[in-house]
């Protein structure tokens, strides 16, 4: 049985841990269509991946002690892990939760459901560092999504594997954010500065080795890689 639960790295106390709910493979998305003048559907591939429910089940000695569980777990930009495993999990907030109280009227059965982000991440994230052109290695099954650090002044142009990146001007470092949903280009003072993003799309590093190539004014980049599996 897990006995642990982590949410943003902080040990989850005051229960105990009855069952984490299953694990799943993330699912590709795809739609089905209605091919006319035949009888035959067309399934096209979205280039995304589907999350999963996933049910925890704890037990809680006081009845006030649920409403500070679910408080931390409904909060904003979570992740939780289990145990010690090597990965951990982002999730959405809660899609439900419901309580029982035992007939020892002392404990409660508390059950909860989030809604699993696609992807497991490592817990020991990779941060690789040139100051030259070279490669990085993306240790994960499936691409991953980058937050980029560029140190140099004026223009700069960042290949990784096919993609590439021109910023016009450079003053001290920019930051890359390649996250999906949160793809920006951010100033040495962490302010937007999207303005700056000359040519390019934002990074999905392929599994594997990748080519690495630096070139105008760079003078070193950190690659936070954020490895994950499917």
Same mark, same amino acid.
């Given at each position: 049985?897990?006995?642990?639960?982590?949410?943003?790295?902080?040990?989850?106390?005051?229960?105990? /841990?009855?069952?984490?709910?299953?694990?799943?493979?993330?699912?590709? $998305?795809?739609?089905?269509?209605?091919?006319?003048?035949?009888?035959?559907?067309?399934?096209? %591939?979205?280039?995304?991946?589907?999350?999963?429910?996933?049910?925890?089940?704890?037990?809680?000695?006081?009845? +006030?002690? @649920? =409403?500070?569980?679910?408080?931390?777990?409904?909060? /904003?930009?979570?992740?939780?892990?289990?145990?010690?495993?090597?990965?951990?999990?982002?999730?959405? #907030?809660?899609? &439900?939760?419901?309580?029982?109280?035992?007939?020892?009227?002392?404990?409660?059965?508390?059950?909860? *459901?989030?809604?699993?982000?696609?992807?497991?991440?490592?817990?020991?994230?990779?941060? +690789?560092?040139?100051? $030259?052109?070279?490669?990085?290695? %993306?240790?994960?099954? /499936?691409? #991953?999504?980058?937050?980029?650090?560029?140190?140099?002044?004026?223009? #700069?142009?960042? =290949?990784? &594997?096919?993609? $590439?990146?021109?910023?016009?001007?450079?003053?001290?470092?920019?930051? @890359? +954010?390649? *996250?999906?949903?949160?793809?920006?280009?951010?100033?040495?003072?962490? +302010?937007?500065?999207?303005?700056?993003?000359?040519?390019?799309?934002?990074?999905?590093?392929? $599994? &594997?080795?990748?080519? /690495?190539?630096?070139?105008?004014?760079?003078?070193?980049?950190?690659? *936070?890689?954020?490895?994950?599996?499917?």
């Amino acid at each position: 049985m897990i006995e642990k639960i982590y949410l943003n790295d902080v040990i989850l106390t005051n229960v105990v /841990v009855l069952d984490v709910g299953n694990e799943n493979i993330c699912k590709k $998305s795809h739609t089905i269509v209605n091919v006319y003048g035949s009888n035959k559907r067309a399934i096209i %591939n979205n280039n995304s991946y589907e999350g999963y429910k996933r049910k925890i089940k704890l037990l809680v000695d006081d009845y +006030e002690k @649920i =409403t500070d569980i679910v408080n931390k777990i409904e909060g /904003v930009e979570n992740k939780i892990s289990f145990n010690n495993e090597k990965y951990y999990y982002k999730y959405d #907030c809660l899609n &439900g939760w419901e309580n029982v109280r035992l007939k020892d009227n002392k404990h409660y059965i508390l059950d909860i *459901e989030l809604y699993i982000h696609p992807f497991k991440y490592f817990k020991e994230d990779t941060v +690789e560092t040139l100051t $030259s052109s070279g490669t990085i290695n %993306n240790i994960g099954n /499936v691409y #991953c999504e980058p937050r980029i650090t560029i140190y140099g002044e004026g223009s #700069c142009k960042l =290949t990784i &594997g096919e993609q $590439s990146i021109v910023l016009k001007s450079v003053e001290e470092k920019a930051v @890359i +954010e390649c *996250e999906h949903g949160k793809q920006n280009v951010l100033n040495k003072d962490g +302010e937007l500065n999207n303005s700056n993003l000359e040519k390019g799309e934002f990074f999905e590093i392929k $599994s &594997g080795v990748n080519a /690495v190539v630096l070139r105008g004014n760079i003078r070193r980049v950190d690659i *936070e890689m954020r490895c994950r599996n499917r």
